[in-house]
Nanobody, 123 residues
C-alpha cells in the first residue's frame, strides 16, 4: 500500500473541496479505508471511514452531513467530498488503511498513512 493524497487548497468558508487518495499498490480493493485530519498544534483526528464493498460508512460528529467519503476500487482511489466548509476544518488531511475493527476511530487502528494534503478555509 502506497497512498498519495491530493486535492487540498485554499477555499472560503461555505465552499467545497474534493480530496482524492490514490493507492499505487494492488490491495486497495481489499482494504477498509479512512480519512483523518490534523490541525496545527493539535492531534490527528478521525474524519470518516468506508468499507471495501463499499456499502457502509461512518463519520466524526463534526463533519456528519457536510462530508461524504466514497471510493472507486477500479481506480484504486478514495475520495472525501467536503461541503459547507468552516474555518475549523482547516487541517492537513490524511488517508489511511483501516486495520482495526469496523467502527473504530482510534488512530492506532489505522496505518499505511499517506503524506497528507493541506486544506485551508478562510473566514
Amino acid at each position: 500500500v502506497q497512498l498519495q493524497a491530493s486535492g487540498g487548497g485554499l477555499v472560503q468558508a461555505g465552499g467545497s473541496l474534493r480530496l482524492s487518495c490514490v493507492d499505487s499498490g494492488r490491495t486497495f480493493r481489499w482494504n477498509n479505508m479512512g480519512w483523518f485530519r490534523q490541525a496545527p498544534g493539535k492531534e490527528r483526528d478521525f474524519v470518516a471511514a468506508i468499507n471495501l464493498n463499499p456499502d457502509s460508512t461512518y463519520y466524526a460528529e463534526s463533519v456528519k452531513g457536510r462530508f461524504t467519503i466514497s471510493r472507486d476500487n477500479a481506480k484504486r482511489t478514495l475520495y472525501l467530498q467536503m461541503n459547507s466548509l468552516k474555518p475549523e476544518d482547516t487541517a492537513r488531511y490524511y488517508c489511511a488503511v483501516l486495520n482495526g475493527g469496523w467502527g473504530t476511530k482510534r488512530i492506532a487502528d489505522f496505518g499505511s498513512w499517506g503524506q497528507g494534503t493541506l486544506v485551508t478555509v478562510s473566514s
